[in-house]
């Protein structure tokens, strides 16, 4: 069955440190999609990655970098140099190929409260 | 490109009340998705249209749930006889069929049934 697991459920931390959101998923399928949203306060998701199965190369945009790993099913997210900004809850997500047909929904963790005091 | 608009953004309604909520997806998309979310948990899929066709409801979308897309355009999700249990963020999502399937969302409609 598919399903997405973030462990850690809050993550507090000091303005400037890093910080790594671990995300964990199971699918039968062998393409498949992995997300990360971000949700700040307001509510709204906001998009900030997408990776596909196949390509497991890790990808760094600014202070964010993402690391896929296949063999341990996971593709964890490591915000640089942290800023009270960043405070927000962070969702990975698992979107399949083969077994979805046409319907690409997205199977969701239940997040990572991230708040960076100043 | 204005991105995916709801309304309205907040809706607090008696328990039995009707209610509807819209959605604008981004123009060249012609995938739409609705999701629920409520307070500590990750987004539930409710159901997904392929231009105008509903191609797949969830289990959580009871009879009282209703959505459309008529024209392949906008959505409207109608939830009748609300009842407390409905009280959640509904969300709506946009993608473009193949190639980059990136669903990009709306800022949600929160409602409060009392």
């Known amino acids: 069955a598919q399903k997405v697991t973030q462990a850690q459920t809050e993550i507090s931390v000091v303005e400037k440190e890093d910080v790594t959101l671990d995300c964990v998923y199971e699918?039968?399928?062998?393409?498949?999609?992995l997300f990360w949203y971000k949700q700040p306060p307001s509510g709204e998701l906001v998009f900030l990655i997408r990776?596909?199965?196949?390509d497991e190369q890790n990808e760094i945009s600014g202070r964010y970098s993402w690391n896929f790993q296949k063999s341990t099913s996971s593709f964890n997210f490591t915000i640089t140099a942290s800023q009270v900004v960043d405070s927000a809850v962070y969702f990975c997500?698992?979107?399949?190929?083969?077994?979805?047909?046409?319907?690409?929904?997205?199977?969701w963790g239940l997040g990572t409260s991230l708040a960076v005091n100043p | 490109d204005t991105g995916v608009s709801q309304n309205p953004r907040h809706k607090i309604t008696k328990r039995g009340q009707n209610v509807t909520f819209r959605c604008d997806p981004i123009?060249?998309?012609?995938?739409l998705y609705w999701y629920r979310q409520t307070l500590g948990q990750g987004p539930e899929f409710l159901t997904y249209f392929q231009n105008e066709a509903q191609l797949e409801k969830s289990r959580l979308l009871s009879d009282r749930f209703s959505a459309e897309r008529p024209k392949g355009s906008f959505s409207t999700l109608e939830i009748q006889r609300t009842e407390q249990g409905d009280s959640a963020m509904y969300l709506c999502a946009s993608s473009e069929m193949g190639g980059r399937e990136t669903q990009y969302f709306g800022p949600g409609t929160r409602l409060l049934v009392l």
């Open positions: 123009s060249e998309h012609n995938r």
């Open positions: 990776r596909n199965s196949f």
């Open positions: 997500a698992l979107s399949e190929s083969l077994w979805a047909g046409n319907n690409r929904k997205l199977i």
């Open positions: 699918t039968r399928d062998t393409t498949y999609y």
